[in-house]
């Protein structure tokens, strides 16, 4: 028995057993009030938290993604995504402002829609430009958008 429980801490410590169970996941609304939505696999989190180094979003959105059932399917690519934000609450979101000014033309799929009082956000496309999931990206960072797009936009949409 000792022994179990010494592997089971040590597959725990390398990041092999899963840290949220089906009893923790959150309800659809639940996620989408966090700004969780759509379909998140869990190893997308562990990609989310390479650019976010904020442990209470890591565990929300491992809260609200779904089981990856084979490591080649945790790479779902967009077709093109919207950057929705309130232009009255630009100000307060500088890493924003900067990627609208100076880098959004990277990305020639990506398009800015200004919506009275949205947070700032991800809308990612399908190929018939339908809303596959929502990110909030209020606490990131301009390079962390970058590269974001960079993984998750067709390549022929980043540069």
Not at 41 to 70: I, R
Request: glycine share 4%; charged share 25%; aromatic share 10%.
């Amino acid at each position: 028995m000792g022994m179990c429980l010494f592997v089971y801490a040590l597959f725990f410590l390398f990041g092999l057993v899963p840290l949220v169970s089906n009893a923790q996941q959150l309800s659809s609304k639940e996620c989408e009030n966090l700004g969780f939505t759509g379909p998140a696999l869990c190893s997308d989190c562990n990609t989310f938290a390479e650019y976010v180094k904020d442990q209470g979003l890591l565990s929300d959105c491992l809260k609200c993604c779904a089981e990856d059932s084979n490591d080649a399917t945790s790479k779902i690519i967009y077709s093109g995504a919207v950057l929705e934000v309130c232009m009255r609450k630009l100000v307060f979101y500088p890493e924003i402002v900067v990627f609208i000014e100076e880098e959004k033309e990277k990305f020639p799929s990506v398009k800015v829609q200004y919506v009275f009082n949205s947070p700032p956000k991800l809308i990612m496309l399908d190929d018939d430009g339908q809303q596959k999931e929502t990110i909030r990206v209020d606490n990131w960072k301009r390079e962390h958008i970058m590269q974001f797009l960079r993984e998750k936009l067709k390549t022929t949409a980043a540069v």
